[in-house]
């Protein structure tokens, strides 16, 4: 069994250096390559790192049985090739949000994951907050929730939904949240995109098996005034709940508590201990590539539904990748694990 996990980084940009101290700071994990194809990136990340090496030859890493998992954070558009690839080539994998950005791309990662029998994690780490803990654990069975995320608008490629910052990027994560805490699968999308066509900025209505309702609210037109880049809103009858920007948790309706202070990252800092843990004890994923996939499933469905100006519905035993004809624990527990 595994205990000491050697990690190559690919892609050195922003994200990678914020996945680097948390790294260094799990014991077990070790970096010992960097990858970029911008040598400069790749040498700053091997030096934060004390990496062994740094390389801008994605084959170097990939044939370097000395490398156990690779942390994958380049251009969300490469996550699925890449993923693959590294699973093919007997590595773990750790791959930043968004894990797939078709339902192909998802079922061809699933079908890999299946085949090779190694683990994959992925990043939409909303999961992970205590405040998400804690508002799944007081309130059970929603009736309604909306999440909202807010950017400013500074480059129009923002408003294609499947760029960089566009709407699967950032608001998948409203798409997972509502989800996991809705504890129901989706059965209809319904989305308008801004000016009526296909767009980022959008709202999208889901309906669920249980009957209730989650609604995703993103724009890439503005920040600022007395709501955050976050707002989310969880309401079961008489009991409800919110938070702004996952820095707080607020009850009404009961007298349970909620959480005062919490620092946005809670939940990322910790991913890549779970990383580790799932690496050397082989089970109990946190993010498996069906679960992280939830975000694109409704995202394509939403597209379609911008593109048509009709609803559209799910049959997720179709959509994903099904092995044995029953979903993934991951799915039927809605990420609970």
């Known amino acids: 069994m595994i205990k000491d996990i050697r990690i190559a980084l690919i892609g050195c940009g922003g994200i990678s250096k914020k996945h680097i101290p948390n790294i260094i700071k799990t014991p077990g994990m070790r970096i010992i390559a960097t990858m970029d194809l911008v040598e400069k990136y790749a040498a700053e990340c091997a030096q934060q790192a004390k990496a062994e090496y740094f390389t801008t030859d994605i084959n170097k890493v990939l044939s370097d ?14 996550h699925a090739k890449l993923s693959i690839k590294f699973l093919e080539a007997g590595k773990f994998v750790f791959c930043e949000k968004p894990l797939a950005m078709t339902l192909n791309e998802s079922r061809q990662i699933q079908k890999t994951v299946h085949e090779t029998g190694l683990q994959l994690m992925s ?4 999961k992970h907050s205590p405040v998400t803990k804690r508002l799944r654990h007081v ?3 929603p009736k309604f929730i909306q999440f909202t995320c807010r950017i400013s608008n500074d480059n129009k490629l923002q408003e294609n939904p499947y760029s960089k910052e566009g709407l699967l990027d950032n608001a998948g994560y409203n798409l997972h949240w509502i989800w996991h805490v809705m504890r129901s699968q989706p059965v209809e999308v319904y989305a308008m995109g801004l000016g009526g066509g296909l767009s980022s ?21 503005g920040g600022g005034g007395i709501i955050p880049k976050h707002y989310a809103e969880v309401q079961e009858g008489k009991v409800s709940a919110a938070t702004l920007r996952f820095s707080n948790l607020v009850f009404d309706g009961t007298d349970e508590p909620g959480i005062d202070k919490n620092k946005y990252h809670n939940g990322f800092n910790e991913e890549m201990e779970m990383f580790h843990k799932l690496c050397v004890s082989g089970k109990d994923n946190p993010m498996d590539a069906w679960e992280s ?5 409704i995202f394509e469905k939403a ?8 609803p559209i ?11 044995n004809g029953n979903l993934p624990t991951s799915i039927s527990k809605f990420g609970d694990v």
């Open 123 to 126: 990043g939409w780490w909303f």
């Open 201 to 221: 900025t959008s709202i999208i209505t889901i309906r669920f098996e249980n009957g209730s309702l989650g609604n995703s609210i993103y724009s890439t037109n």
């Open 139 to 141: 309130i059970q069975r």
């Open 303 to 310: 597209v379609k539904s911008m593109t048509t100006g009709q």
């Open 65 to 78: 049985k000395d490398i156990d998992a690779v942390i994958i954070c380049s251009t969300h558009d490469t």
């Open 313 to 323: 519905k799910f049959d997720i035993q179709k959509d994903f990748y099904i092995p």
């Open 293 to 297: 996939s939830i975000p694109t499933l």
